[in-house]
């Protein structure tokens, strides 16, 4: 998949200059551009009763960042009153940094209701910086990244309206700039080019299901 790119605090500078999360970073490109629209065919096909592309997307980044020996659910604390999922990311990979000790990149695939952006927008940034909570992060200090969908694929992959799509998630960052400490980059998923989803109404269940249409 292409995608677009929102640089804020600097994350993508940062990433460039230290070799170690640049690795990270690669490794993260390298699972999105992976997903090519035959795949996403695929995998739409396989799970059946679906509206959007948004479980494909999931399952497949699953698939490559976990190869790739990421960890999915990573709790953003250390400690049992913070186990649940609320208190989870998608992703997260530590690397020993030489000059800083601990350090590593979290990550949040948001394909969910807009009014979630805030939170889930906070997460990756609680994962990857000092608190005042008194518990370990997963990374200690690092990068966030948030990928969701863009506009464009929002309307061709069959995407519910309220889903807070990757233009929208950019006018979050200047009002909450002085909470969103850490450096994030945020990714913004474009439509497939050979493709779109198309809802139909299956009139004996009154259910609404997405078809594959080439263009």
């Known amino acids: 998949m292409e995608y677009l790119l929102h640089n804020h605090r600097f994350a993508l500078d ?3 200059s230290n070799p170690e999360l640049g690795e990270l970073w690669k490794e993260i490109d390298l699972a999105i551009s992976s997903i090519s629209d035959e795949r996403l065919i695929s995998e739409f096909a396989a799970s059946s009763g679906k509206m959007s592309l948004s479980d494909a997307i999931n399952s497949l980044l699953d698939k490559e960042l976990v190869s790739r020996h990421w960890l999915p659910q990573s709790a953003i604390f250390q400690g049992d009153g913070y186990n649940d999922k609320k208190w989870r990311l998608d992703f997260s990979k530590r690397v020993k940094n030489p000059k800083d000790g601990l350090s590593g990149i979290a990550v949040e695939v948001a394909f969910n209701h807009g009014e979630a952006i805030a939170w889930n927008l906070m997460k990756p940034v609680l994962a990857a910086e000092i608190n005042q909570v008194e ?3 997963e ?11 863009a506009d464009e694929l929002k309307k061709a992959g069959g995407f519910d309206g309220a889903v807070g799509e990757y233009e929208k998630v950019l006018r979050y960052l200047d009002p909450m700039f002085q909470k969103l400490t850490v ?18 109404k299956n009139w004996v269940t009154g259910r609404n299901s997405g078809h594959v249409v080439r263009i």
């Open 14 to 16: 940062i990433v460039q």
């Open 183 to 200: 450096p994030l980059i945020i990714v913004g998923l474009r439509a497939p080019k050979t493709f779109k989803i198309r809802k139909e």
């Open 139 to 149: 990374i200690g200090s690092g990068v966030g990244v948030y990928i969701c969908a």
């Open 135 to 137: 518990l370990e992060t």
